[in-house]
């Protein structure tokens, strides 16, 4: 329940900054509003997008694209624990950032297409690092109703950044090495991780 309610809380703050966009900061900055803020690969202003750019959209349709992927992948990842959560969505968060900023295509890179891609990737991949039953079989279901996302990894529709889904996905793929890792640290040698934290 408190997943939930974090991860509406986190959604419904996108949606308030995305009004934001639309109404107050376009009226004061004409016309573009907060979007020049995204990533602009291969630019020192453009680094400043690494933080921001998972925060802005272009619209709200490209905000209500994203918003059940988030709620899903943000709330089977948070279940695992609010630890987790953070720690996971940083390395994604600067994976994904970093990467679109080094071969992104030119322009402004905006949208939370980058953290969606990398929580995927770590739920579909973490229970096969940590061996369990559990985390696979969640991964083979979540396969089965969201696997067509795979395909944003590659080049594909103009506008769209494929390379933001593609280094996100690798960071969700690194974040969930090193969260199996640190399970076993803490779990002590010859040991496996217990429990299936994406199904609390």
């Known amino acids: 329940m408190r997943a939930a ?8 703050l ?3 900054i995305e009004i934001l966009d639309r109404t107050v900061f376009v009226a004061l900055d004409p016309p573009s509003g907060l979007d020049d803020d995204g990533i602009v690969p291969r630019t020192v202003d453009g680094l400043g997008g690494i933080l921001w750019s998972p925060l802005l959209h272009g619209g709200f349709e490209h905000l209500a694209g994203n918003t059940v992927p988030l709620l899903v992948f943000g709330f089977l990842v948070l279940a695992g624990g609010l630890g987790q959560f953070l720690a996971v969505t940083a390395v994604i968060w600067l994976v994904s950032g970093v990467g679109t900023w080094l071969i992104g295509s030119p322009g402004s890179t905006i949208g939370a297409s980058g953290i ?3 929580w995927f990737a770590f ?3 973490r229970g096969f ?8 079989v969640l991964a083979v ?8 996302l795979l395909f944003g990894v590659l ?3 103009p506008g769209i950044s494929w390379q933001a889904h593609l ?5 969700g793929i690194l974040a969930a090495r090193l969260t199996v890792v640190a399970d076993r640290r803490r779990s002590g040698p010859g040991t496996t991780p217990s429990g299936t934290p994406a199904l609390g």
């Open 5 to 12: 309610i974090v991860m509406v809380g986190i959604v419904a």
């Open 14 to 16: 996108l949606w308030i």
């Open 116 to 118: 969606i891609f990398g």
């Open 123 to 125: 739920l579909l991949v």
């Open 129 to 136: 690092f940590a061996r369990s039953v559990g985390q696979i």
């Open 141 to 148: 279901v979540l396969l089965l109703i969201y696997g067509g």
């Open 155 to 157: 080049p594909s529709t």
């Open 167 to 171: 280094c996100g996905a690798i960071g």
